[in-house]
């Protein structure tokens, strides 16, 4: 496994690499949902293709009031993750390589980072794409993997993919989860033993609304009341937001129809967690 954290370097390397070149990009803190991407990875790129992860805070993403001065970065422990879960390379680029100072040319989404976390977080999703734009020209893959945890992630960069014709196949994987339900993330490690307990709640209050659209509900609103309800049962839940909306367009739906998107954005503390359940 090679570690390269030069981006002309990359950018040389990229041409000998055989291929299919599968990327998965992360922000590090390694944890098995982000080992389940470079597994399917793995498996996509064969025995002859190669498979790049890359490590890299993106600081265009974070706004200035949220936690990139204190992101967990285990560098050398996420490397020896990625060597036994059989990655080939690790890109993991400095920010005063990636980013001129005097940059001016921006990736902006207009319409589906408007909504959810684009409205709590303005400017995240500009960070992503412009991010998620650099990497794909840097290594050029074949596929790129993402996780369904950041569904709206998710349906930006297919988004970005489909409107500014990046030659990548985007292949999504499930959300890996703790055994009582929580999604895993990087940030998990920042709640407390209390927080972390009650934080079961947000898997427990989208199941719980999946069930009642089985069973019949078909009221968006009530939908949206329920999960704030059950959300509420932990004394330590801040919404910050409840939506049901349409999986493609992430707009709310004016009558009920599947596919149908819960997602949810909760502050336990100062930690704020994401989730989501996609009803078909
Ligand atoms: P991050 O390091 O948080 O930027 O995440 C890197 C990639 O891992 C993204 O595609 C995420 O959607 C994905 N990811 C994060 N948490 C999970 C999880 N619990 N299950 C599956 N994928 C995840």
Known sequence: MKIIQS????????????RPIVIVPTMGALHEGHLALVKEARRQAGKV????????????????????????????????????AGCDI?????AKDMYFEDRSVLVLESSLSTVMCGASRPGHFDGVCIVVSKLFNIVQPDVAIFGEKDFQQLVII???????????RIFSCPTVRESDGLALSSRNRYL?????KQASIIHQALQRAEEKVREG???????????QQEIYRAPLARIDYVVTVDPETL????TFSLPLLLAVAVFFGKTRLIDNQLIR
Do not use: W
């Open 90 to 94: 690790i890109f993991a680029p400095k």
């Open 192 to 196: 407390t033993l209390e927080e972390r």
């Open 158 to 168: 297919r988004r970005l993919v489909r409107d500014l014709n990046f030659p990548v």
């Open 251 to 254: 707009q709310e739906k004016s």
């Open 7 to 18: 981006v002309s370097r990359m950018q040389r390397f990229v041409r000998s690499l055989p």
């Open 217 to 227: 509900l078909t009221s968006t609103r009530h939908l949206k009341a329920l999960i």
């Open 49 to 84: 293709g190669t498979l790049v992860a890359t490590i890299f805070v993106n600081p265009t993403q974070f706004g200035p009031k949220e936690d990139f001065q204190s992101y967990p970065c285990p560098f050398q422990a996420d490397c020896v993750l990625l060597r036994s």
